[in-house]
């Protein structure tokens, strides 16, 4: 982002292509399997039903108002498909989940649960919103030859 907005227009296209491929070629990878290594998955395993609970919560509060929001530019397909993208979370929740641990005001069990509802979000939102995307209208059919 400061990259951006302090240079002009077109003269960094290479440094910002070798940006984004350490980005997404390194960082990115590393955050995920760090997440993924200090999760608690014995705690989720011992109680399901609070990962669930966290999992529709996050659809309910994060992707709720783009469904309101949106309801008079964006037909109810759209926003529906909105609505679980915007439900799509994993760092954030990671983040408050380890401030919440450091300061001792969340339970190791709840932060557990409520990161992998976002490892699910991250999984499950985006397939569902992609299914919702198909066109309305029917293909056209091919034609056949005749003989």
Known sequence: MVLRRTSTPG???EFQEKLDAVGYGFFIPVFFVSSGMALDVQSIIENPLRLLVFFVLLLVVRGTPAV????TSLPLRER?????????ALPLLVALSEIG???GVM????????????????AIFPLIATRLHRP????????????
Do not use: K
């Not at 309101?68 to 309801?71: A, D, F, I, L």
């Not at 309305?136 to 003989?147: G, I, K, L, N, S």
């Open 136 to 147: 309305t209208q029917p293909a056209v059919a091919r034609e056949t030859p005749t003989h």
């Open 80 to 88: 529906f498909e909105l609505m679980f993208l915007t439900a799509t």
């Open 101 to 103: 641990l450091a300061s």
């Open 68 to 71: 309101r929001v949106y309801r």
């Open 11 to 13: 003269d960094n296209n």
């Open 107 to 122: 339970l190791p069990e709840n932060a557990a649960a409520l990161v992998g509802a976002g490892v699910l979000s991250i």
